[in-house]
């Protein structure tokens, strides 16, 4: 059964940098299209950025380009998001998303069928 397992949260002050990991159990990383979604408590989860299967196809949400930065690291099975010059806005809790069967990249979340349980990411002012 395929897992998905996000570290890497914290807090830090605006102007800042974290970096996320999400870490993909089982032999298919490399079929799986994978995505970061973040959501604040009493709205909905927003997509954030996703890479496709093969890596060729790397999609931002508006909020974060130029500032996020997605890769895969198919030998360690984990995909990465290197988060720059963080906002107060960005504070939210971050989920990995997948993909199965190498599927396109979407900004959807209902087109995603595997969830980590997310890491809370924190940014004071």
């Known amino acids: 059964q395929v897992q998905l397992v996000e570290s890497g949260g914290g807090s830090v002050q605006a102007g800042g940098s974290l970096r996320l990991t999400c870490a993909v159990s089982?032999?298919?990383?490399?079929?799986?299209?994978m995505a970061w979604f973040r959501q604040v408590p009493g709205k909905e989860r927003k997509f954030v950025a996703v890479s496709t299967w093969n890596g060729d196809h790397t999609i931002y949400a508006d909020s974060v380009k130029g500032r996020f930065t997605l890769s895969r690291d198919t030998a360690e099975n984990t995909v990465d998001q290197q988060m720059n010059s963080l906002k107060h806005d960005d504070t939210a809790v971050y989920s990995c998303?997948?993909?199965?069967?190498?599927?396109?990249?979407?900004?959807?979340?209902?087109?995603?069928?595997?969830w980590g349980r997310g890491t809370q990411v924190t940014i004071s002012t």
């Open positions: 089982g032999r298919t990383f490399s079929h799986y299209t």
């Open positions: 998303a997948a993909r199965s069967g190498f599927a396109p990249a979407s900004t959807q979340k209902s087109e995603y069928d595997l």
